[in-house]
């Protein structure tokens, strides 16, 4: 039997010893010469003097300008070369307010918040979330490159230790939130190693949007529905794919349906796109029926307006077989969007088992054939469960209104959404039309908020463009 080796014993002769031997092996400690660690420091400190002058070019021109006064017109030179600057500053200000904001007082501010917010928390907040070792392995904390701020976030841009990626990071985001006291934060990578944390200063979507002007010529791939925090327009793609909004009572389904009928109105009184919409609740689409190119609002007119629309689709399919790939739309061949407000009153909750196979299977068919030819399902629902809507991933594109539970997240947006900062089930209630979505090219969620369609707005749309929507499909609709 081999004898077990003797712990605590050292290695002391440079002969390499065997297990057997009883001995325990420990790696040589090679200390660095002193005449390097001293070589170093000085290369780094030469390195750091050179290099400030292109890191705070404004502050080191300030300084020299204030030292130069001093040393040769003493202190009234000193005064003056202020006074100077103050009035400069004043009518700078006043007379180009935007320019002053972005380069005078947003810098002035990250300034302030990169050395008393980020770089004060940065070892201790990173150290606690674990994405830094110790407080003592500083060579292994990430690096603040740089702090910029616009009006409404700041943007820390680090650069990451060896060995780490930007997807641990957004797996801690929740946790760098509330470390430096942000509504939220977001990764954006902006190369290897490279990544830049993006932390709102204030709620930019705390109050309510307007109905959007209705564009003149829509684009079917980027309908304008809302606002992104970081202000520009949430464009919604309905051509080409399929939505599904979900959220609680109440979260404003009823608002991205709406936003995304309203920014597609020009096209439906060209012809070149149609809506067909179901309403079993008739609160939510009824209001706008002449908008509509077919309308059903019970269970069985509902099936029977979706079946057509997979005959209309079929037929379309077979027309363009071995011709034509993708869809283009035109008054022959329009766009049509199906629109089914909570779409589990079909699936799930019909009393007729048959209703419920039917509408099942015709939605399947839509969601799985219709994205080529020109048929998108745009579809609302309270409770994304399996059992209640087992289609859920034959869609593309989601909407994650406020939910009832954390778990229901990553049930919506995909795996990771939660752990990357989509906190839909902490919405706000008494912000409706609030949302995370994700969108082309970027795993990060993005929060948004859609525009509010009033009844009045409603009204206005089809007295506009109302009666202009009763085409039939073409190519053979039944
Ligand atoms: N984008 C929005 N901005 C501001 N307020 C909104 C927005 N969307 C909805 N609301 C408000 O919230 C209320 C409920 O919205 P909505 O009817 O769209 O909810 P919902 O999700 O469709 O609910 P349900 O599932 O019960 O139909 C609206 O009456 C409106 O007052
Ligand atoms: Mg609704």
Not at 386 to 404: G, I, Q, T
Request: hydrophobic share 45%; glycine share 8%; proline share 7%.
């Amino acid at each position: 039997m081999m004898r077990q080796p003797k712990i605590g014993a050292t290695q002391t002769s440079p002969t390499l010893p065997t297990p057997a031997q009883g001995v325990r092996w420990t790696t040589p400690i090679v200390e660095t010469p002193g005449i390097v660690v001293l070589a170093s420091w000085i290369w780094r400190l030469l390195r750091f003097l050179t290099t400030l002058p292109f890191r705070f070019p404004v502050m080191i021109a300030c300084l020299a300008a204030s030292v130069g006064a001093w040393w040769w017109l003493d202190w009234p030179g000193l005064t003056a070369l202020w006074g100077l600057a103050a009035v400069a500053s004043l009518v700078w200000w006043r007379a180009w307010p935007d320019s002053y904001r972005r380069c005078v007082l947003l810098r002035l501010l990250a300034w302030w918040r990169h050395v008393f917010v980020y770089r004060r928390h940065w070892q201790p907040v990173l150290v606690i979330s674990g994405l830094a070792e110790s407080y003592q392995e500083r060579r292994y904390l990430p690096r603040i490159r740089r702090v910029t701020c616009d009006t409404w976030a700041d943007r820390v841009r680090v650069a990451l230790v060896a060995g780490t990626a930007p997807a641990d990071f957004e797996t801690r985001v929740a946790e760098l939130a509330h470390g430096f006291a942000a509504p939220s934060c977001r990764v954006i990578v902006n190369g290897p190693r490279d990544i830049t944390l993006e932390f709102p200063r204030h709620d930019t979507l705390a109050e309510p949007l307007d109905a959007l002007p209705v564009p003149d010529s829509p684009d079917l791939d980027a309908l304008p529905v809302g606002q992104r925090e970081d202000g520009s327009p949430w464009l919604l793609r309905l051509h080409g794919t399929h939505v599904l909004v979900v959220g609680v009572t109440g979260a404003g389904k009823g608002s991205v349906i709406w936003s995304a009928v309203r920014a597609m109105l020009p096209a439906v009184k060209a012809g070149t796109a149609q809506v067909w919409a179901i309403d079993p609740k008739r609160m939510e689409l009824a209001y706008g029926r002449d908008l509509f190119a077919h309308y059903a609002d019970t269970g069985e007119s509902a099936v029977a307006l979706l079946e057509r629309a997979v005959a209309s689709m079929q037929e379309r399919a077979e027309r363009y077989a071995g011709k034509q790939r993708s869809h283009v739309a035109t008054v022959d061949d329009p766009f049509v969007v199906v629109l089914l407000d909570e779409v589990a009153f079909l699936t799930a909750y019909h009393p007729d088992r048959d209703v419920r196979r039917r509408a099942e299977n015709a939605i399947a068919t839509l969601t799985s054939q219709g994205r080529s030819v020109g048929f998108a399902v745009l579809a609302a629902l309270q409770d994304p469960r399996k059992e209640v809507m087992n289609l859920r991933n034959l869609f593309p594109d989601k909407v994650a209104l406020r939910l009832d539970e954390a778990s229901q997240v990553d049930m919506v947006l995909g795996e990771g959404a939660r752990e990357r900062g989509a906190e839909a089930h902490l919405i706000d209630p008494a912000l409706p039309g609030v949302a995370y979505v994700r969108l082309e090219g970027s795993p990060s969620p993005v929060r948004v908020r859609a525009a509010y369609v009033s009844d009045e707005d409603i009204t206005a749309m089809v007295s506009a463009h109302g009666g202009s929507a009763n085409h039939s499909v073409g190519g053979g609709e039944g």
